[in-house]
């Protein structure tokens, strides 16, 4: 109701919406300078239902600027998917007046854990709601424990927010009033809550062959307590066969703490056998990775999205290939009756890049004067492990002759050592082998003396040269020779009847594999 003095003023209640959208128009009505009013014809009619005559732009006679502070409404939403977060004001706030530095994130209302963002970007233009943006960074930080088994806004019913007072300004420099927590309010936890609903994706890795580690870089924070080396399957190409590969058995973490990046460390054995595939690992372009599901999960449960041979195996960001020499760690055995000898190196050796006559046999662990040295002339190796550190070197006919002849050398363990030049072999880097001294030869831990006797292999009798030539398989000792115990039959088997024994018989032949025995007129 009016009174007769009130007749001829009308006052007019501007809607929430209305003053909000004013206040968004930062040109229009800040001072009284800036603040005018027209009206419509059709705006108000007197009390006879005539219409108002159009007016021109008047100026305010007075102005009442805004001195109230805007008043925090409601953490709206927040996605813990993508990192927004939007939060609701009563009135029309300055958007780039957003001290993002003033916001935390809260596991409870009352005093708990605080997660303070940093540089978040204000999405928003001046308006009721301000929507800001987490950084990738700031999101995988929130999505870390902040005590073992407890996160903020992991869920909706421990996600709040706090403002700091001044966090954000109204369009007339008011601050905002501080949200300080420790009283429930329903406005202060999110309303409308998004849980993380991607699987992670391994985006990097590096392999060190020097250290053993495996560094794995993720494009969010994974739970380091579920990381299982065992689904790591390091390989020689993006399609790769069995032959290039290596599947981890195990593994440890050097640090067992939740992050977008976690090392682990190879098993002495993994680490071994690595480096016993000979096309990986030795440049970023032989060296990927393939993983199942099982490898990570994120912070939320969802597990990795798997990396597959031939379509989507990862390739090294970095490789470190070994910077140490192989050393020949131990003289396995020496072995006369298998004519062979076994060495272990300490990591993985190509044994194509073998120089048999770099290995010398000696009698004396420290090449004293007088020490008898036997270079080998050659032979073949081979591998007797999977891991490729162990060789057996199987000795030609020339070497068995010469390790078996002399009665001071490689007849007992204690005159029975193993000395090798550089350069004998070398790794799949092409780190060639520390050499073994003569000073400090390595003496076998088995030492196989030859207790088998040896077998003619084949016979030729030469009736024109009145000669008969034996081949055995093994070196014979000529001086040994019995003429008069070897006979000769007319077929295979026992023919008693038909078997003549010689009489007699010489031989100049040198001790080795053959005997050629010059047989005596009477047997002729």
Do not use: W
Not at 110 to 131: E, K, M, P, Q, W
Not at 225 to 238: D, H, M, R, Y
Not at 363 to 388: F, Q, V, W
């Amino acid at each position: 109701p009016f009174t007769p003095a009130q007749a001829t003023t009308v006052v007019v209640q501007l809607s929430s919406k209305d003053l909000n959208e004013l206040k968004r128009l930062d040109t229009v009505c800040v001072s009284l300078e800036t603040c005018f009013v027209a009206a419509d014809t059709n705006a108000i009619k007197d009390q006879s239902g005539n219409l108002l005559v159009a007016t021109k732009l008047l100026q305010a006679g007075s102005f009442t600027a805004d001195a109230i502070p805007p008043i925090f409404l409601e953490f709206r939403e927040f996605s813990l998917d993508n990192g927004s977060l939007t939060m609701l004001f009563d009135e029309t706030v300055d958007a780039s007046s957003f001290n993002v530095s003033k916001v935390q994130l809260a596991d409870t209302f009352g005093v708990g854990f605080l997660f303070r963002l940093a540089s978040a970007a204000v999405l928003s233009i001046d308006g009721t709601s301000v929507t800001l943006q987490l950084t990738s960074t700031e999101l995988n930080e929130l999505k870390r424990d902040v005590d073992p088994g407890i996160g903020i806004c992991r869920r909706q019913q421990n996600c709040y927010v706090r403002l700091e007072e001044g966090a954000v300004l109204d369009m007339n420099r008011n601050p905002s009033e501080a949200i300080l927590g420790n009283t429930f309010r329903d406005p202060e936890r999110v309303t409308s809550y998004s849980s993380d609903t991607t699987n992670p994706k391994l985006v990097a890795f590096d392999l060190d062959q020097r250290s053993g580690y495996i560094t794995l870089r993720f494009d969010e924070t994974v739970d380091a307590s579920t990381v299982n080396p065992s689904a790591i399957t390091v390989q020689g190409a993006l399609r790769a066969m069995a032959s290039q590969s290596f599947t981890l058995v195990t593994g440890t973490l050097v640090q067992a703490v939740d992050n977008t990046t976690i090392i682990v460390e190879l098993t002495t054995s993994d680490l071994r056998d690595i480096k016993a595939v000979s096309q990986l690992g030795t440049s970023r372009n032989d060296t990927f990775l393939v993983a199942s599901q099982d490898l990570v999960s994120d912070m939320s449960g969802n597990p990795l999205v798997p990396l597959e041979n031939g379509t989507t195996a990862l390739q090294a960001d970095n490789v470190y290939a070994d910077s140490s020499q192989p050393l020949l760690e131990s003289f396995d055995a020496f072995d006369l009756r298998d004519n062979l000898m076994k060495i272990t190196y300490s990591e993985a050796v190509e044994v194509d890049t073998i120089d048999l006559t770099r290995y010398r046999l000696q009698n004396t662990p420290d090449g004293e004067p007088g020490t008898i040295k036997i270079a080998l002339t050659g032979g073949t190796a081979r591998y007797t492990d999977l891991a490729k550190r162990t060789l057996e070197i199987l000795f030609n006919k020339q070497d068995i002759v010469s390790l078996k002849l002399d009665a001071d050398l490689n007849t007992r363990l204690n005159n029975t050592y193993l000395s090798v030049a550089a350069n004998a072999i070398e790794n799949k880097f092409g780190l060639v082998a520390r050499g073994v001294g003569d000073f400090e030869a390595l003496n076998p831990t088995t030492f196989v003396k030859d207790t088998s006797p040896p077998t003619v292999e084949f016979a030729a009798l030469n009736l024109t040269s009145r000669t008969l030539l034996l081949e055995f398989d093994d070196v014979i000792n000529t001086s040994s020779l019995i003429p008069a115990l070897i006979g000769i039959q007319s077929k295979e088997g026992l023919d008693p009847e038909n078997l003549y024994y010689l009489t007699g018989g010489s031989t100049s032949t040198s001790h080795g594999f053959q005997i050629n025995i010059a047989r005596t007129a009477v047997d002729f």
